[in-house]
Structure formats: C-alpha cells, structure tokens
C-alpha cells in the first residue's frame, strides 16, 4: 500500500480482506478469543506469539485502523488508545519514569498543558516550555542530563502556532533523545512529522481523523528510526531485562518495533486505555473520508479567515495560510497544501463582546470539541485552558479575548452568513 497515494490509502489500507474475506472492516466485539491448547496461550504471555488472546492488549479491528494509521504517517508501528489524551501519555511514559525530564513546546492543547506540568510533575517527571519556534540556542539551554524526549504540537490547539519540526528535530538528534510530536491539527494528510525527522507521532483521533463527534480516540505511531540501543543507558526500559517477562530485553526481541511493543505488552497491560472495536470501526469510516474532507476544511478556512480579516468589528485574526500571517512562511514550507479548518480570532470589545458574539451564532454551536464535519467554537481562556495561569495563557498563544472557531465542510457561504449576522448584534 505505501506505493500508493495518499487518498487510495485513506481508503483501503490496515484492512487488507484475502479471498472470501468481508470487504468492509468488521467489528470482532469480542473480549476474548479461543485457544486449542494452554500452551498456545502461554506463547501469548511470554510475547512468543502474536495472536489475539485479550482485547486489552489487541484485537483484530483496532489493529487493523492502527496499520492504517501507521501507513498514513510512514511509521513502523502504530497503536490506538481510548482517548488523544491517553495517547500523549503513553507515549511519554513509556520512555520517562519518575526523576526524568522533558522539553516541550510552550504552544501546546490545554489538556496536554496540564498533563506535563501538573499530572507528570505529580508523578515526579518534571518538564520544561520553550517557544514552538524557538532557536536552536533556547532549546538546547532546556536540555538537561536527565531530558528523555523532546515534544511538540504540528499545528497548536488553539494558537495555530506552526512547529520548526527540522529544528526540533536537530536538538533531539543531538541530545540522543526521541522527537514526539502531536499531529492531531494538521493530519497525515497535510503533514507527515516523521518525513521531517520526528521519531513518534500522537494524535487525538477524536478531532479530523474521525471528524464526527462520534468517538474518542487515540493514536500513537512509531518511526521505527530511533536508535534505542545507541542511547541504552538513557533508556532501560527497552534496553534492560525486563522482569516481568522473564528478562525479555524488548530491543533484542523487536528491534525496530521495541517502542510499540514495550508499550502494548507494559502500559496496556497495565493501565488499559483500551478503544472499543467499535469506536475503532467508526473511526476508520471516518478515515476514508480523510483526505476528501481534509481538503474542504482548509477550503473554507482559508474564506472565512478572509471574512474576518476584513471585517471592521473584528480586532485580529490568526489563520497559518493567510497571507501575512506570522506563521504564513513555515507553513508553506510544513503544510504546502493547506494547514486545516481552525481559525482564531478576537473580536472588538474584548471578552464581552466576544461572548456576544459566540451567543449570537445559529449555526455555528457553542462545544468543547473542535475539528470536525459541523462549525462550532470557543472560548479557550474560560474553558480548555482555563487552569492556566495569565502567563501560561500568554506564553501558549492563547490571549483573553481570542476565538477558536472551528470551520466545518458546509457550504462556506452559509458559515459567513451565520458570522456576518452574529457580528452585526454586536
């Protein structure tokens, strides 16, 4: 499938149906599969064999959306999680322990803010913010002997501040750490963060890959480009017996596949943030669509952006592809074809007026959510982002009065009307 393009593989990769097989992806809602002896299921237990035996650990419809996803990034491997959030944690965590370190990028979901700062701090994995496009010099200075990873967001919920993915990429090759990077905005389908030297890719599989609103979900994709043995001492986890399996050491044993298979055999055995074959099902109808709507999300941010920057009751607008926007270069050089349908945006009269305005919308819903088919906005500073400090808030990108208005795929000219209209209550 990789000899394919892009949008042949939205619809056909991870599921591969042989002679007789069903051709839609089916749904094996099953807890449980069978075994015609106890010692076929203790090869599963010692990691000799890769059968289904626990849905915990794997079934055959997640897995199939996973090799999907896996495809569409150019990873090696790729799991799905029960939630974007879960997967950002896991992917951290499978690398860092408590005494360790990160580097993150400032401009980051409030969610995973919060994660780093608060939750990983709790857990004694401390972490340090730098700009999304912050020099080479200011990253390096975050670096210290205990750093394990470097992480970033593609495109920054809510900021659309784009990340200097090479730049990152350089420190991270030079510290001898992984590179993560969440690509949930953006999606493989405008940009492809291991093609520009990122060694793991997140996403939160509930925002444009399902594009619904119909399942939580996440994603993590392995590279499979990181020398783990290189950097063994950093890194025991996956290059040390590990006790639980008997000494396994999970480098020897799978190679360029440790990453993955250290997280499904420790996390998801452990921790359990497992997507129902159901909602990997519906995430996948979601993903045939991918590329097809990926396309009229960027196509009608790209007007409304253009709405709003000229409209006299609107203070400022921030949208990657606009010309002139601070970002507008580094996206051209990351997202040739478009960033995606996320616009921010504050309105004359601030906070108040703001609040007027979102009130005002008919079509246009008020909802936590962001990125899919249905236009809906928010008011990060009081809501996704509202445990951050006023300078967290300034340093993520987010300032008081700014709108994130998530574009749908209805027909642009009902989307301005329903703005024009709310604008004019103001």
Not at 12 to 23: L, S, T, Y
Not at 229 to 246: C, G, M, Q
Request: hydrophobic letters at 40%; a negative charge; aromatic letters at 8%.
């Amino acid at each position: 499938m990789k000899d394919y393009q892009i949008g042949t593989r939205c619809v056909q990769a991870g599921w591969e149906p042989k002679n007789k097989d069903p051709r839609a992806l089916p749904i094996y809602q099953s807890t449980t599969f069978t075994f015609d002896s106890s010692q076929d299921m203790a090869a599963c237990f010692d990691l000799e064999s890769d059968a289904y035996f626990y849905s915990r650990l794997a079934n055959p419809t997640p897995e199939a959306v996973a090799k999907k996803i896996a495809n569409l990034e150019g990873g090696e491997g790729a799991i799905l999680t029960s939630s974007g959030q879960a997967a950002n944690f896991y992917a951290l965590v499978n690398i860092c322990k408590a005494g360790d370190h990160i580097v993150s990028s400032s401009a980051l979901y409030g969610g995973s803010y919060n994660l780093f700062a608060n939750t990983l701090a709790d857990m004694g994995i401390q972490s340090s913010f730098v700009a999304p496009d912050a020099s080479l010099e200011e990253i390096e200075a975050a670096f210290r002997p205990n750093t394990k990873c470097l992480f970033g967001e593609t495109l920054s919920n809510p900021a659309l501040k784009v990340l200097d993915i090479e730049a990152f990429a350089q420190i991270a090759k030079e510290h001898g750490v992984p590179l993560i990077v969440d690509n949930t905005f953006a999606t493989p389908i405008h940009c492809r963060p291991i093609e520009w030297g990122a060694h793991v890719v997140t996403h939160s599989t509930t925002k444009y890959m399902d594009g619904h609103a119909v399942a939580l979900g996440g994603a993590i994709v392995d590279s499979g480009n990181f020398d783990w043995e290189a950097h063994r001492d950093k890194f025991p986890s996956l290059t040390t017996p590990n006790d639980s399996y008997h000494g396994l050491v999970f480098t020897e044993n799978f190679g360029r596949g440790a990453y993955m298979a250290k997280m499904v055999a420790t996390l998801m055995r452990d921790l359990g943030s497992t997507p129902s074959p159901f909602n990997a099902f519906l995430l996948n109808l979601g993903l045939e669509t991918l590329h097809l709507r990926m396309a009229r999300h960027r196509e009608n941010g790209l007007a409304v952006a253009k709405f709003l920057a000229n409209h006299p009751k609107i203070a400022w607008v921030k949208y990657p592809d606009l010309e002139g926007d601070q970002e507008y270069e580094r996206a051209k050089k990351y997202l040739p074809q478009g960033s995606c349908g996320v616009v921010v945006f504050g309105v004359q009269g601030g906070r108040e007026a703001a609040q007027t305005f979102m009130d005002g919308t008919q079509l246009a819903a008020i909802a936590t959510h962001v990125a899919d088919a249905r236009t809906c906005l928010l008011h990060p500073a009081s809501t996704t982002h509202r445990q951050m400090t006023d300078q967290e808030l300034k340093e993520a990108g987010v300032s008081p009065d700014l709108i994130r208005l998530s574009v749908g795929i209805e027909d642009v000219e009902d989307i301005i009307r329903d703005l024009e209209t709310s604008l004019a209550g103001i």
